[in-house]
C-alpha cells in the first residue's frame, strides 16, 4: 500500500475509521507513518496525538479498544480508511462513535435473542419457560417443531395474507435460533458459511 504522506506538511494523513461488521464511521484521526507501523504491529488502532503530540493508541486508558481488522487508502493515496471491531463506545463522552449516534446493526437484534434464548435454556428454576421446556425436551423435539414451522410458512406463502405469512416467518427464525443453540452454533456460523460461498 503506496501512502503519499507528502501533500500534508506535519506528515499526518486522516484515517477514517469504520466498524468491520456495522459499517457505521466511529471516528476520525491522524496517523503518520509510526502510527500506522504501530497499528499492525499490536493490532490495535494507534494514531498520531496532536494535542499529545505522541503515538496514541486508542483505548490505552479507557479500555475501549479499536481491534484492528484491515486498512486501505484512497483513490489520491492520502486518506485511510481502517476496519476495526471496537470495544465499547469510541467517542470519550461515551457514544458508539463521534457523531452520537448508535453503532448497531439489525444483527444485533439477532444476538441479543440468542442470548436470551441461551438464558432461558440455563434458567433451571424457570419452570414456565417455553425455551426451556424445549430444550428439555431435547433435539428430536426442538427439530420437529422447526420442521412445523416451516410447512405453516410455505402453507401462508400460498396465500395472500401478509401479516400470517410474517408472523409463520417469524416463528420458523425464532425455533431455528433454538434449533441451532441445540446444536452448538449460533447465526454467525450460518452466516460465515454464507460469506465463504459467495466469495467462491
Not at 59 to 72: I, P, T, W, Y
Not at 176 to 200: E, M, P
Request: charged residues 30%.
Amino acid at each position: 500500500m503506496q501512502i503519499d504522506f507528502s501533500k500534508f506538511d506535519n506528515g499526518l494523513i486522516p484515517a477514517i475509521i469504520q466498524d468491520a461488521e456495522t459499517k457505521t464511521v466511529l471516528m476520525l484521526g491522524y496517523m503518520n507513518e509510526d502510527a500506522i507501523k504501530k497499528t499492525y504491529e499490536l493490532k490495535k488502532v494507534t494514531f498520531f496525538s496532536r494535542s499529545k503530540n505522541r503515538l496514541w493508541t486508542k483505548g490505552e486508558e479507557s479500555g475501549n479498544f479499536l481491534h484492528f481488522v484491515s486498512m486501505k487508502n484512497d483513490c489520491d493515496q492520502d486518506t485511510l480508511l481502517v476496519q476495526v471491531n471496537p470495544i465499547g463506545p469510541t467517542c470519550h463522552k461515551g457514544t458508539d462513535n463521534c457523531w452520537g449516534e448508535q453503532n448497531s446493526s439489525e444483527f444485533d437484534f439477532i444476538s441479543k435473542l440468542e442470548k436470551v434464548i441461551e438464558n432461558r435454556r440455563e434458567d433451571v428454576e424457570n419452570k414456565s419457560s417455553y425455551v426451556k421446556s424445549l430444550f428439555d425436551k431435547g433435539i428430536n423435539k426442538i427439530a420437529q417443531k422447526v420442521g412445523e414451522e416451516a410447512v405453516e410458512v410455505v402453507i401462508e406463502a400460498k396465500d395472500d395474507n401478509d401479516e400470517l405469512f410474517l408472523n409463520e416467518s417469524a416463528d420458523l427464525l425464532f425455533h431455528y435460533l433454538i434449533l441451532l443453540q441445540a446444536k452448538g452454533y449460533s447465526l454467525k456460523d450460518v452466516l460465515s458459511i454464507l460469506k465463504q460461498r459467495h466469495k467462491a
